[in-house]
């Protein structure tokens, strides 16, 4: 699996190499989300994790992060939707290989490790591939580019990802030709300003939830 070296963003902020701050890495670089803002939200949601016996202090952005924190910020903070590829007892299924898994931008979930892969590359400090032998648990993947593609599909536009404006948050803006704008909300999504679309034509609220499966509209 061809490796493409990057830490995300850590040594604009920080000098250590030997860090365990693989979460942070992963979101960073496949959202291009500030590495510091990242590491900030991560230790914001840890302290508000519960306490045990058995957990050993509290997640931290720089030395290990909880699933359940990893699980909060990705999906309800990012909106990004999980795909599990192993379960208890199913043995392993898909690994850690470019024709193994999908093409896009793809948060990886591997053992007490998490990744990012575009389009069949690996992006990270270092190869956790193995030579393909890595187990993939699982991987996350941003919903939005692909209701974007399904509503260009559904107006038979040809326009294609690059020529829109894509920011890192969650809700889809479209401008209709008459300026009335639509925002399609994705569940779980906070504070979100979305993908702006101009001079689409205008839709009914029941045609985009036609288009968009679990999505809420609203206008403005």
């Given at each position: 699996m061809k490796l493409v070296k990057s830490d995300g963003g850590r040594s604009k902020y920080f000098r250590g190499k030997n860090a365990g701050d693989c979460v942070v890495r992963a979101i960073c670089?496949?959202?291009g989300r500030d590495y510091k803002m990242v590491y900030d939200?991560?230790?914001?949601?840890?302290?508000?994790?519960?306490?045990?016996?058995?957990?050993?202090?509290?997640?931290?952005?720089?030395?290990?992060?909880?699933?359940?924190?990893?699980?909060?910020?990705?999906?309800?903070?990012?909106?990004?939707?999980?795909?599990?590829?192993?379960e208890i007892g199913s043995g392993c299924k898909v690994h850690l290989r470019e024709?193994?898994?999908?093409?896009?931008t793809i948060i990886v979930s591997v053992a007490r490790h998490l990744t990012c892969v575009k389009n069949g590359v690996l992006y990270d400090t270092f190869d956790c591939s193995k030579g393909g032998k890595t187990c993939v648990y699982g991987y996350w993947y941003n919903?939005?580019?692909?209701?974007?593609?399904?509503?260009?599909?559904?107006?038979?536009?040809?326009?294609?990802?690059?020529?829109?404006?894509?920011?890192?948050?969650?809700?889809?803006h479209i401008v209709g030709m008459n300026n009335k704008r639509y925002v399609l909300y994705g569940a779980n999504r906070k504070d979100t300003h979305g993908i702006c679309v101009d001079n689409m034509e205008v839709l009914s609220r029941d045609a985009l939830l036609d288009v968009f499966d679990n999505y809420s509209v609203l206008y403005y």
């Open positions: 670089n496949a959202t939200d991560i230790n914001r949601l840890a302290k508000g994790e519960r306490r045990g016996s058995r957990k050993k202090g509290i997640s931290s952005a720089r030395n290990g992060v909880y699933k359940t924190t990893i699980k909060k910020y990705i999906e309800n903070e990012l909106g990004w939707t999980w795909v599990p590829t192993m024709d193994e898994l999908p093409n896009g919903p939005i580019p692909r209701a974007i593609r399904r509503l260009y599909k559904h107006l038979g536009l040809t326009k294609t990802d690059e020529d829109m404006s894509i920011d890192m948050c969650g809700a889809i």
